[in-house]
């Protein structure tokens, strides 16, 4: 089934110069790119879009760090997006991610480890219109 997903190249990942990189491994696993944005979070943004973790201890460091510098946004589309994607990413900590993965390969930390992935279809028909419009999207099924 196709569906849709959003990912995030978080500030440490642009600050690291792997946009390309991620972007082209999304591609290899037939996840594509069909909106992308460089954009920068400020912190009311960054609270709103993680309101979901607003309790957790950790909601002022992601959010701060998430407004901290460029982000790139990226709507992906492709056969089971959303489980791809995931699979693509790894685990949140990279210490425990597997090879081959985007945050063992470039993640330093379970608080830098930078990509942001949907976790379900409701979560990613959210996320994705937090950054962008319907006219935003390019779709290769249309």
């Not at 608080?111 to 219109?129: L, M, Q, R, W, Y």
Request: hydrophobic share 40%; with cysteine; glycine share 8%.
């Amino acid at each position: 089934m196709f569906e849709r997903t959003l990912a995030i190249i978080k500030p440490d990942g642009v600050r690291s110069l792997v946009i390309g990189e991620i972007i082209r491994r999304y591609e290899q696993s037939g996840l594509i790119p069909i909106a992308i944005r460089l954009t920068q979070l400020t912190k009311e943004q960054a609270k709103a879009f993680y309101q979901v973790h607003c309790n957790q201890p950790f909601f002022n460091d992601l959010t701060s760090f998430m407004s901290s510098g460029p982000i790139v946004v990226l709507a992906l589309e492709g056969e089971g997006a959303i489980l791809r994607h995931r699979d693509l990413m790894g685990a949140t900590d990279p210490s425990k991610a597997a090879e081959g993965t985007i945050r063992k390969a470039f993640g330093a930390s379970i608080d830098f480890n930078v990509v942001h992935g949907s976790d379900a279809p409701e979560t990613a028909g959210k996320e994705i219109e937090f950054f962008f419009t319907d006219s935003d999207l390019y779709s290769r099924t249309e």
